[in-house]
DNA sequence: ACCTGAACACCGTTCAAGT
DNA sequence: ACCTGAACACCGTTCAAGT
């Protein structure tokens, strides 16, 4: 059967499954979306999820790494702005995988392929700020305890409910303090 | 029957029970360890650990407050110490606490006490931090931003693996950054 | 190649029944 | 009062069978 002919690429219909998979994740989060109840949004059986995706950890890696693309693609506006600033944006944007951070860090250990995710996240963050402290004229071995706390403060605020005033005030602190 | 002539009372069976749970727990994770393991290493059906449990968060809040009271009771002992030794030594009690720190975030948004416990961990950890900047001279105003990211950085020290050196030489910069 | 119904081994929890 | 066997409604995943 020529199943090219098909009204719906194989690709189409992956991204369509990723779609929902997104919107469901990040409204009601991970462990409260089955692979049931995603099926059933998406019309299809809940076994037919696994001829696209090996398994729900994959598709919780490519949800993160979608979101995480959409948002960094805007970042690079935001380079030549002050450090406050750019924190603040990027709180902002990560904003919207608040509900995936904790399951981030529960499934690292129980997954590869999210280990793998988490570690690259940590290091790209960490990169990023070291870079932006460099310009700025400070050393990278000074930069890179530096860039550690402001990586681990955007995650505190990318995981827990915090105020928009709150999370200014903290980040303007954070800059002040670090430099 | 006369129950009170049991070998093993009430109270003293409930405490094996915890001691079980809390040693499963941080070796194996709460996600790990199902009731059913739990009531094997216990030696009792699955189903008696909810005649001393409402469910398994109670025993979540029930293993991370001995755990964090055992933890705090020796802390009292540092508080003359300076800001850096303090933070190191929470550091270093609560890393056992590591397996649990993502539960913690995981359970919050579904089960109300895991919630409560949380904020309440926070309040208190912010209110040791801003008591102990306050008693070195720091308004209080000032104080609370940066008790704030105190907390999330030993949040993070906590949740991440991090070397003994890593973990020094953060806190040496986080202290130095906010004085 | 793509999709499904049925089944598997688990999970946390409940309930009726025992002592 | 305390404990259990059996059952419930779920979960993620697999497999044989269909087209």
Redesign the interface.
């Known amino acids: 059967m020529a199943r090219t002919r098909s009204p719906v690429t194989y690709p189409e219909k992956r991204a369509r499954l990723l779609e929902v998979a997104q919107r469901l994740f990040l409204k009601d ?1 991970y ?2 979306t089955s692979m049931s109840k995603l099926a059933e949004q998406a019309s299809v059986a809940p076994n037919t999820l696994y001829w696209y995706f090996a398994d729900k950890d994959a598709l919780l890696v490519e949800v993160l790494n979608a979101t995480l693309q959409r948002g960094m693609s805007e970042y690079l506006a935001y380079v030549e702005e002050p450090l406050e600033v750019q924190l603040g944006w990027l709180a902002r944007v990560f904003e919207e995988l608040r ?1 995936l ?3 981030v ?2 499934r690292a ?2 997954s590869a392929p999210v280990s793998v995710w988490h570690a690259n996240f ?1 290091a790209f963050m960490e990169a990023q700020f070291v870079e932006q402290m460099r310009k700025r004229g400070i050393s990278v071995e000074r930069a890179r ?2 860039a ?2 402001a ?3 955007l ?3 990318m ?2 409910e915090c105020s928009a005033e ?1 999370r200014d ?2 980040i ?3 800059v002040n ?2 430099d």
Do not use: Q
């Open positions: 989060g462990e409260a509900p951070v904790s399951t860090h529960a250990p129980l940590h305890p530096s550690r706390i990586t681990f403060v995650e505190g605020l995981s827990h709150e005030t903290l303007r602190t954070l303090a670090l």
